[in-house]
C-alpha cells in the first residue's frame, strides 16, 4: 500500500494556564437591559444536545456576544485567540484567508460550523474553512471544543470543533445601523434588523459591507510597497416558527462576495486578486414526542463555495467546492440519569476545477488535464449515552461508523468524564477518542499535486484537566495536559532530495 508518508508520527504535549476577565455566569438581556444570571450555561457541541457546560467532560470554551461586543473586535478570528489551544495565522492586510489550528493540528483538522451547517471550502488543496467575512456582531455564541471529536461529527474534527451560533431576534422589533471609518482608509457599514412575533415565528437579517486600501501583504522589510485591498459585501437571513407542542422550524442562509489583493511571500503581485462568492442555505425541523423526553432533528444544508483568479499566473483559474448534507438526530430521556443521542448522515463532496494554469500547463501536461469534476459521498451512523450516576458526576461514551465510497468504513469513538464540586466551583475533568481526517478530492485528483494512493489520517488524543472558577465567578482559571498522536499524516514537499516519489506531472518540483 502506498501512503504519503508511512507511518508518519506527531504528538503535541501541553501545559497552558489561561486566566480570563470573564464572567461566564451572567449574559446580557436581549433588550439590551439589565443582566440576568444563568445558573447553568449550556453548550451545544459536546454532545449535539444542550447539556450544561458542568457536564462536558472534552475542554471547551464559549465566548458570547456580551464579550464579543464589549471587547469590540473587528474580526472573529481575533476573539478566538483569547482561548488556550487556538492559533490564528493572520497572514498579511485584512481579508486575507485566516485559517484557525487546534492543538497544533493543521486547519484541515478544525471543523467549523455556522447554525449547524459545515461550511468547509471543499475545493482548497486541504478542505478548511478561512475566516475573515464573518461579522462578529451577528454571533450569539462561539463555543470552541478541542480535542478530538470524529465519533460525534465524522472527519475533519481530529482536532477538535468550532461552533458559530449566529444571533435569533427575541423582541418584537429589533434594528441595529453602525458605520465605522478608521486607518486604511476602513469603511464598514452594518445594518440588521429583525423580530419575533407572539405567534411563535421570528425572522433577522443583516447587511455588511468591508472596504479597506490595506497594506503589503509581501514583507515590507523586504520590498512590499504596494497596498492590497479587500471589499466584502456580505447577507445573513435566518427565519423560524416555534409551535406550541414544542416543534419547531428554521431555515437559513448566508451570501458572501468578496475581492481580494493576492501576493505571494516572495513579490508584490500588482493587479492580482481573487474573487470569492460563498452560498450557504440549510434549515432545520424538530419535533419533540414522549411528553418532550424523544426529540427528533432533520436538518438539511449546502454549502457552495467559489474562487475565481483574476490576472498573474493563475489568470482565469476557477474552483468551486460544495458540500450538501442531510442528518437526522434523535434525542432521547429514557430516565432521569441517562440521556442518549443517536443518529444518521449523508454528504457528498464536490470539487469543480477548471484551473489549467495551476495544472502544470508550465511543465508539459495537457491544458484540459486540469478540468477536474470530482465528488464522493459518505454515510454515517453514530451512537452516544450519558450517565449522571451520582450528582455532579457526567460520564459519556459514543462510537461512529463513516462509510466513505472511497476510502470504506472507518469507526472512531470517544468517551468523557467530568465530576463538578459546586462548592468550591471545580470540574475535574478528562477526555478521549479517535480521529479521522480523509484526502481532499484535490489532493487526490489535482494532475501536478493529487496522489490517488493517499490513505484518511488516523489519530487518537487524550485530554485530563481542571477548571477552577475564582473572584466570585467573574474570573476562570483552567489547567490541561493533552497529548495526540498521528498517523499518515498528508504533507507536501518541494524539489525533495531523498528519492520520495512523486506525481508524474510537477514530479521535479513539487508534490
Same mark, same amino acid.
Given at each position: ?20 476577565? *470573564? ?52 474580526? *472573529? ?122 405567534? %411563535? ?21 523586504? %520590498? ?10 456580505? +447577507?445573513?437571513?435566518? /427565519? ?105 448522515? +449523508? ?16 511543465? %508539459?501536461?495537457?491544458?484540459?488535464? /486540469? ?20 450528582? %455532579? ?33 471545580? !470540574?475535574? !475533568?478528562?477526555? @478521549? ?20 494512493? *493517499? ?17 466570585? @465567578? ?38
Amino acid at each position: 500500500m502506498n501512503r504519503a508518508h508511512y507511518g508518519v508520527f506527531s504528538t503535541a504535549l501541553l501545559s497552558s494556564i489561561s486566566l480570563f476577565a *470573564l464572567n461566564a455566569a451572567t449574559a446580557q438581556d436581549a433588550s439590551g437591559g439589565q443582566d440576568v444570571i444563568i445558573a447553568d450555561p449550556v453548550v451545544i457541541s459536546a454532545t449535539r444536545y444542550e447539556t450544561p457546560i458542568q457536564e462536558v467532560g472534552s475542554a471547551i470554551s464559549v465566548l458570547d456576544a456580551e464579550e464579543l461586543s464589549r471587547r469590540q473586535f473587528l474580526r *472573529l478570528e481575533d476573539a478566538l485567540q483569547l482561548i488556550p489551544g487556538v492559533t490564528v495565522d493572520l497572514n498579511g492586510s485584512p481579508g486575507r484567508p485566516s485559517p484557525v489550528r487546534l492543538r497544533g493540528l493543521g486547519p484541515r483538522n478544525t471543523l467549523v460550523l455556522v447554525d449547524g451547517m459545515e461550511v468547509a471550502d471543499t475545493s482548497r488543496s486541504q478542505v478548511q474553512f478561512e475566516f475573515g467575512n464573518i461579522p462578529p456582531e451577528t454571533v450569539e455564541r462561539v463555543e470552541v471544543l478541542r480535542g478530538p471529536q470524529s465519533a460525534l461529527y465524522g472527519a475533519d474534527s481530529a482536532g477538535g470543533v468550532i461552533n458559530i451560533i449566529t444571533r435569533k431576534p427575541e423582541e418584537p422589533f429589533e434594528a441595529q445601523a453602525r458605520v465605522e471609518y478608521g486607518s486604511f482608509n476602513t469603511f464598514k457599514p452594518f445594518l440588521e434588523a429583525g423580530g419575533r412575533h407572539e405567534s %411563535g415565528f421570528y425572522a433577522l437579517g443583516s447587511f455588511s459591507y468591508t472596504d479597506i486600501d490595506g497594506f503589503s501583504s509581501f514583507n515590507e522589510d523586504r %520590498g512590499g510597497s504596494e497596498d492590497d485591498p479587500y471589499i466584502s459585501r456580505a +447577507w445573513l437571513g435566518k /427565519a423560524g416558527k416555534d409551535f406550541d407542542n414544542g416543534a419547531s422550524i428554521e431555515l437559513r442562509g448566508r451570501y458572501v462576495d468578496e475581492t481580494t489583493a493576492s501576493d505571494r511571500n516572495n513579490a508584490d503581485l500588482i493587479g492580482v486578486y481573487i474573487d470569492k462568492e460563498e452560498f450557504y442555505y440549510g434549515g432545520t425541523a424538530s419535533l419533540p414526542l414522549l411528553d418532550g423526553r424523544l426529540v427528533n432533528q432533520v436538518t438539511a444544508s449546502y454549502v457552495e463555495h467559489e474562487r475565481f483568479f483574476d490576472g498573474g499566473f493563475l489568470n482565469g483559474d476557477v474552483y468551486e467546492g460544495s458540500k450538501a448534507k442531510v442528518d437526522y438526530l434523535a434525542t432521547f430521556d429514557f430516565y432521569e440519569a441517562h440521556t442518549t443521542a443517536f443518529g444518521i448522515e +449523508w454528504e457528498e463532496e464536490r470539487l469543480d476545477q477548471v484551473a489549467p494554469q495551476a495544472g502544470g500547463v508550465a511543465f %508539459g501536461t495537457p491544458a484540459d488535464a /486540469a478540468f477536474l469534476d470530482e465528488k464522493v459521498a459518505t454515510v454515517a451512523a453514530f451512537a452516544q449515552h450519558q450517565w449522571r450516576p451520582i450528582e %455532579g458526576l457526567s460520564l459519556i461514551a459514543g462510537i461512529r461508523a463513516d462509510d466513505n465510497e472511497k476510502f470504506g468504513t472507518d469507526v472512531t469513538a470517544r468517551g468523557s468524564i467530568a465530576y463538578d464540586i459546586q462548592a468550591t466551583g471545580t !470540574r475535574l !475533568r478528562a477526555s @478521549g477518542g479517535s480521529g479521522i481526517v480523509t484526502p481532499s478530492l484535490y489532493e487526490l485528483n489535482d494532475v501536478c499535486i493529487g496522489n490517488a494512493d *493517499l490513505d484518511p489520517e488516523e489519530s487518537v488524543g487524550f485530554d485530563v484537566g481542571v477548571d477552577q472558577t475564582a473572584l466570585g @465567578g467573574r474570573a476562570d482559571v483552567s489547567l490541561t495536559l493533552f497529548r495526540t498522536e498521528v498517523e499518515d499524516q498528508i504533507a507536501y514537499v518541494s524539489s525533495p532530495t531523498d528519492g520520495t516519489p512523486l506525481t508524474p506531472a510537477c514530479a521535479a518540483f513539487f508534490g
